[in-house]
């Protein structure tokens, strides 16, 4: 086969593949598609697609370039694509034979005879193109037989690629062929009859340039500025989730392992599909989007259908086209040419908003139309946009329409945004716009579930403009974003004359979100609810009669409809009734929490409501919302409230550390109290970070955190020691306290030494070397101040080697007065004792010896996160008193509790070769004693060899004379650094 079959056979394959892939992903298969390999097998193995017998049969005047001409053609390669599924699916074969007859006819007219004289005899002229006709028709029918066997060959190809073992495949294209084989048929029928009428697509390359012109300005977010902006200038691609089209729910989210799929590759690979999100998500920019990124990048012929502007659901959609083509675009094109370009399979249609249909009725007409136009033209590329809420009233057909879901925007994604929002706002570049950038992302942090949904973060970005920060408490942001959206934007747009009274607007949504929340309507309310509920409510609170009453909600209603910006319609019910609920969850929380606290005066009304949340762990911003709330009407109330709670966590769900109380406490396993904990004590600290806290409330924090510390339990601590926390800077000169205190009970105190022992080894977490909750670079540089400033109470070396003075080598608060001073049998003791394997206080967290702890710094994947300047200062220290004892420091007792260890001596090497001599010669004495060790503990060991490599690296990266000497004698074997077995008196 030519390279162009073999390319026009990917082509065919990969619309099928795509949904054989998408049916199979959903019994759990996802298998790479086997179209690029197809492409490049096919492109290979036939290249020389054309046989010289063939050839021989071309009439006189004709060459191999006049085919290759006709093959090129967009008629015959939708036609040799259309013929390759048709082999794909078990297509009829009388049918193909069939329209082999209009195939021949096309080649005649599309290359007329040639080499017959415009003058002489008619007669011999006729019997020429007789002649001529003759051949060409003999040779077309070669053409057919060779052309039907290339394309069953590459069609058996492709299905042998792509066939799964587990049967899943199988199941697909039986699926697939029942469903979509008369349409491929239909079409290949259409496609015949195209070769040879040849309808004009002149006007394609011009409406190419006039609708990616049209589309790629949107329109600004900014109230105050109505202008339009390039795309480019603006947009950020979303990530696009693969959805189980029952459960709309993500796949990774059910089990099925299905990756994030960029926005690039989204559009690069759709076919089908529908694009799923949330009010403000980018539903109808991404999709526009996509559509000028085809268009531009492989010359897709894109169109956008608005439902909401459609007259009716009953349409011809080639007419449908023409009429959009010419009112939008003033481009003329006849619906022939159109219905040619839809079964070419090289045009993509997106119809956009299927939830905007008010009529329940209609909305699920145009669901069963566009199935009709799927399965009317099967290669033609369909994208269907879509609210998440209200989709399953008109949910297209599975075996049709893959699901896709907008996520959330990342951290990165919301920081390209920012960047280009105020790009584009200010008209600054490079460092002139990464200052406002900087500060709004530091402002913004705590509001990562606002600032992950587009239109809400581009409301805050216009916030942050105007008063140059953002509110530290969600309340009087909240307060902000209301007043922003539900009164200045429509005021200066002018969409509504007489907006809503925003403080009677914010009663009723108030009631509203209450209702929600307590209720059993996660998907809102329908209008009767609304107004039944409302207007009740609102006689007894703000109006004095109902009828103003009534009034206020159907006004405030109907106002709220169609905009996606706090409050709006969300679709309709099982029953088809309308559903109105807020765009974003955390609006419904301010409005709940508001409602709750202006309902509820009274510390312990509070506490009661909250304390169930905290255990559990859900709805932590609406606990913090009802805090800031509850602070505004009562002086330190959100402190009371956060000690209240925090104290009966703790006599709730005591620590305890004793084993043998680990099993049951009060009939509950103690694995589930100290869940409990753990998620509580998170819970509150997060809370906390938006509200005032009195020093007491603080204090009760950092006890908390610090108690979980003991269980190995970093979650509080790393939220509490954030330096974007709002009470960071209490937070640690009280830490401080509670440490220093924890100190004078190391001895005689498990609970005091675990917490020690996780502020010095915090990094630990940080590295990914423990299971546990990751802390943030930021906040463990803050706890190594706390730890620097409990060092002066960490005892010296008193004789006694035990955890306690592990910790002070390891918390970098000794020099080299410390070892310089000690005798020449103490120092051996003191280096014996880096080789001492110690029980970990808390298990997971921290290095099991002194020498495992110098030895990760330096080898660690995360080598920067790893205390290596702390290490390095150790090594300097302690080298001194080397040198000094060099003398001594061989024959030495064997540690009680030494191990083998391997701890990637080549890749410590090469890191250590850039510090100071004095730290790359106590290294190598150090890696040398380890080895030998391990000689020791493994006698059937080969590890006697790797005394050469110690001497190797030696003179590698340089090490002190003396050290050098005692290294090269060490290496042949002249001396030991540790005594004999029989000899040992450890």
């Not at 690979?269 to 085809?294: N, R, Y």
């Not at 009304?605 to 509850?630: M, N, R, T």
Request: charged share 25%; glycine share 6%.
């Amino acid at each position: 086969m030519e390279p162009v079959l073999a390319k026009v056979a990917g082509v065919a394959a990969e619309t099928i593949i795509k949904r054989i892939r998408r049916m199979a992903a959903r019994r759990g298969y996802v298998k790479d598609a086997a179209v690029a390999v197809t492409e490049r097998k096919l492109e290979s193995q036939y290249s020389g697609y054309w046989p010289a017998s063939l050839m021989r049969l071309l009439p006189s005047g004709r060459t191999q370039k006049d085919i290759d001409r006709f093959i090129r053609t967009p008629e015959l390669q939708a036609f040799t694509r259309l013929l390759i599924a048709s082999h794909m699916l078990g297509g009829r074969k009388e049918l193909r034979s069939r329209l082999f007859g209009s195939l021949q006819e096309a080649l005649l007219d599309f290359l007329p005879p040639v080499g017959v004289p415009e003058t002489g005899d008619r007669t011999v002229k006729d019997q020429q193109i007789a002649r001529y006709r003759r051949a060409l028709h003999r040779y077309g029918e070669k053409f057919c037989e060779h052309l039907s066997a290339s394309c069953a060959e590459a069609a058996e190809d492709i299905k042998q690629r792509s066939d799964d073992p587990a049967t899943a495949q199988r199941w697909a294209y039986n699926a697939v062929a029942s469903d979509i084989l008369q349409a491929v048929e239909d079409s290949l029928a259409h496609l015949a009859r195209d070769v040879r009428q040849r309808s004009s697509l002149d006007w394609v390359p011009r409406y190419r340039e006039l609708f990616v012109d049209y589309h790629r300005e949107i329109d600004s977010p900014d109230i105050t500025d109505r202008r339009t902006i390039d795309y480019e200038a603006l947009f950020v691609g979303p990530t696009v989730l693969q959805s189980d089209p029952k459960t709309l729910r993500p796949y990774d989210d059910i089990d099925v392992r299905q990756d994030e799929t960029s926005f690039r590759r989204f559009w690069a690979t759709l076919d089908q599909s529908v694009l799923l999100g949330d009010p403000g998500a980018g539903k109808s920019t991404s999709s526009t989007v996509a559509a000028i990124e085809l268009c531009r990048g492989i010359g897709v012929v894109p169109f956008v259908v608005v439902l909401r502007e459609l007259a009716e659901t009953d349409f011809y959609l080639p007419e449908l086209l023409a009429g959009v083509l010419r009112r939008k675009y003033e481009v003329v094109a006849s619906p022939e040419s159109l219905e040619k370009l839809l079964r070419e399979g090289t045009s993509l249609v997106v119809f956009d908003g299927l939830d905007e249909i008010a009529e329940t009725s209609h909305r699920a007409n145009l669901a069963r139309k566009i199935e009709a136009v799927a399965s009317a033209y099967p290669f033609l590329k369909i994208l269907v946009t879509c609210r998440k809420v209200g989709y399953r009233t008109a949910a297209l057909r599975e075996n049709q329409f893959s699901v896709f879901q907008i996520g959330p925007f990342s951290e990165v994604q919301t920081e390209e945004y920012v960047t280009k929002w105020f790009a584009a706002q200010t008209g600054l570049r490079g460092r002139g716009v990464e200052y406002p950038v900087h500060d709004f992302l530091a402002a913004s942090s705590e509001m990562r579930d606002l600032t992950q949904n587009p239109l809400l973060l581009a409301f805050m970005c216009v916030l942050y403009r105007g008063l140059r920060t953002i509110p530290a408490d969600r309340p009087a942001l909240y307060d902000k974003c209301v007043q922003l959206l539900l009164g200045d934007r429509d005021k200066h747009y002018g969409i509504v004359k007489d907006v809503p009274s925003i403080e009677d607007t914010k009663t009723a949504l108030s009631r509203v979100a209450f209702v929600e929340l307590e209720g059993e309507n996660p998907n809102g309310l329908t209008v009767s609810q609304l107004v039944g509920d409302l207007v009740p409510f609102l006689l007894s609170t703000v109006f004095a009669t109902e009828r103003r009453a009534d009034r206020f909600v159907r006004d405030m209603l109907t106002w709220c409809r169609g905009r996606a910006w706090m409050f709006t319609d969300f679709g309709p019910d099982k029953d088809h009734k309308d559903l109105f609920t807020f765009t974003h969850a955390s609006f419904r929380e301010y409005f709940g929490a508001l409602y709750f606290v202006r309902t509820n005066p009274d510390v312990e009304g509070v506490v009661d409501h909250l304390y169930p949340l905290v255990k559990e762990g859900k709805s932590e911003i609406y606990a913090q919302v009802c805090c800031a709330l509850f602070e505004q009407g009562r002086l330190s109330g959100a402190s009371t409230v956060v000690t209240t709670i925090a104290d009966r966590l703790k006599a709730d769900f005591p620590v305890l550390l004793d084993q043998d109380l680990r099993s049951i406490f009060e009939g509950r396993k103690r694995d589930q109290v100290d869940q409990v904990r753990s998620v509580g004590s998170a819970y509150l600290a997060g809370m906390a970070d938006g509200i005032p806290l009195s020093p007491d409330a603080t204090r009760s924090l950092v006890k908390l955190a610090l108690e979980q510390t003991a269980l190995g339990d970093s979650a509080a601590v790393a939220r509490l020691l954030d330096p974007s926390y709002r009470h960071h800077e209490s937070i640690l000169e009280l830490m401080v306290e509670d440490l220093i205190a924890s100190v004078d009970a190391l001895r005689v105190e498990a609970f005091a030494r675990r917490q020690v022992w996780f502020a010095i080894h915090a990094r630990y977490l940080l590295a990914g070397a423990a299971q546990g909750v990751p802390i943030r670079r930021k906040a463990v540089e803050s706890l190594n101040g706390v730890v620097k400033a409990i060092g002066p109470y960490l005892k010296r070396y008193d004789g006694v080697l035990d955890i306690e003075y592990a910790m002070l080598l390891q918390s970098g608060n000794t020099d080299s007065a410390n070892f310089v001073e000690l005798d020449g049998a103490q120092f051996c003791q003191v280096f014996a004792f880096l080789f001492e394997q110690y029980t970990v206080p808390i298990p997971g967290v921290g290095p099991s010896s002194t020498i495992r702890w110098v030895f990760d710094s330096f080898r660690s994947e995360h080598r920067e996160a790893m205390p290596v300047a702390r290490v390095a200062a150790f090594l300097r220290d302690f080298g001194g008193a080397i040198d000094a004892c060099l003398d001594r420091l061989y024959e030495l007792p064997l540690p009680a509790h030494a191990s083998i260890a391997d701890f990637g001596f080549e890749a410590v090497m090469a890191r250590i070769v850039t510090y100071s001599v004095e730290c790359r010669s106590t290294l190598l004495f150090l890696v040398a004693a380890q080895m030998e060790l391990n000689e020791r503990l493994d006698p059937t060991s080969n590890y006697s060899v790797d005394r050469g490599e110690v001497e190797r690296w030696a003179g590698q990266v340089g090490v002190g004379d003396r050290i050098g000497q005692l290294l090269a004698r060490w290496a042949r074997g002249e001396i030991d650094l540790w005594s004999p077995p029989a000899q040992n008196t450890g």
